[in-house]
């Protein structure tokens, strides 16, 4: 990108500086064209609209490196991925790719949600995991170019191929650099094997608002590194007699009354530890201790996808994988 960007900024409206004194976000009420590798973005300066929102129309870094552009209008921006329709982009100090956000419209009492995914497309992806079409909130990208998470559009559900067979994903994944699946955010509350046995995976709690990091993680061998559970619970026998059991923990919720929210159990491996965290933090050793896990699952609940004859799978169907 160019230098000097922000001292060359036209119809500057009004501005957020840096304890230096220079500008970090501001927003502009005159056509501005910021040179990228990219292309040439135009940040926003027109009138407000229904859906466009009220924010900066440039951001930097305290060097003076464009941090983010919330455009003009819809943007076509190349990626590794392909070609995307752009209303949001930021980028790393180096100028390379950040995120890139096909759609950033302002929710209000007068444009809903809904009004909103009807402007928003279905890409088709192919990766070694599944191949799927879907809508989507945002892509993550490393620095090198490589794909770093998707965010999937609310209530959509892909089908993605793991170690534990094909998961059912809502919200997103996250991918290691190389390529490979990093985390995903169960659909539903599934079963996964484990170093200590057999556990459920969900966490209702997932916010959803980016994809960067979710409750089911894999090591790069595809192994399970950590997931959250809702409703298993792992009673704990050590070799010195001693017992205990962790489970998620039922809390009152801080901002409503008489409603209660459950604070998952997180279980983490590493090496021949387990970890657990819910209103206590424990780690034992594998080799030296005895676990007896009891799932108990809800309603909801179901096993990893092992269906052999794609074609009769609804939820496959439902869900574009291919």
Excluded at 255 to 276: A, C, M, Q, R, W
């Amino acid at each position: 990108m160019t230098e000097n960007i922000r001292e060359n900024l036209l119809g500057i409206v009004s501005a957020f500086c840096f304890q230096s004194g220079r500008i970090k976000e501001c927003i502009l009420c005159e056509k501005n064209v910021i040179k990228t590798e990219y292309g040439d973005l135009i940040p926003k300066y027109g009138e407000d609209e229904v859906r466009k929102k009220y924010c900066h129309s440039i951001s930097f870094y305290e060097s003076g490196k464009v941090k983010s552009i919330s455009l003009e209008s819809s943007t076509l921006i190349k990626t590794t991925l392909g070609t995307f329709p752009t209303e949001l982009v930021t980028f790393y100090e180096s100028g390379r790719l950040k995120r890139i956000f096909p759609l950033n419209g302002k929710l209000s009492g007068y444009w809903s949600q809904e009004d909103e995914e009807k402007l928003c497309d279905e890409f088709q992806f192919h990766f070694p995991f599944g191949s799927f079409k879907t809508k989507i909130i945002g892509l993550c990208f490393y620095e090198s170019g490589n794909l770093k998470s998707m965010t999937l559009w609310p209530g959509e559900t892909i089908i993605l191929r793991t170690s534990q067979s094909l998961l059912p994903v809502r919200i997103g994944f996250s991918l290691y650099e190389n390529g490979k699946l990093k985390s995903v955010e169960p659909a539903y509350e599934i079963t996964v094997s484990t170093l200590i046995g057999e556990l459920t995976a969900y966490n209702e709690n997932a916010l959803g608002i980016n994809a960067d990091c979710n409750s089911l993680i894999f090591s790069e061998n595809g192994e399970i590194q950590s997931l959250c559970t809702n409703s298993s619970k792992v009673a704990i026998f050590e070799k010195a007699g001693s017992f205990e059991t962790m489970e998620a923990v039922v809390k009152p919720d801080p901002f409503e009354e008489d409603v209660v929210s459950i604070v998952p159990l997180e279980i983490s491996f590493e090496g021949h530890y387990v970890k657990f965290k819910s209103d206590k933090k424990r780690i034992y050793d594998i080799n030296t201790t005895r676990f007896t896990i009891i799932n108990d699952s809800g309603t909801n609940s179901g096993s990893v996808l092992t269906c052999t004859d794609c074609s009769s799978c609804s939820l496959c169907k439902k869900s574009n994988y291919i």
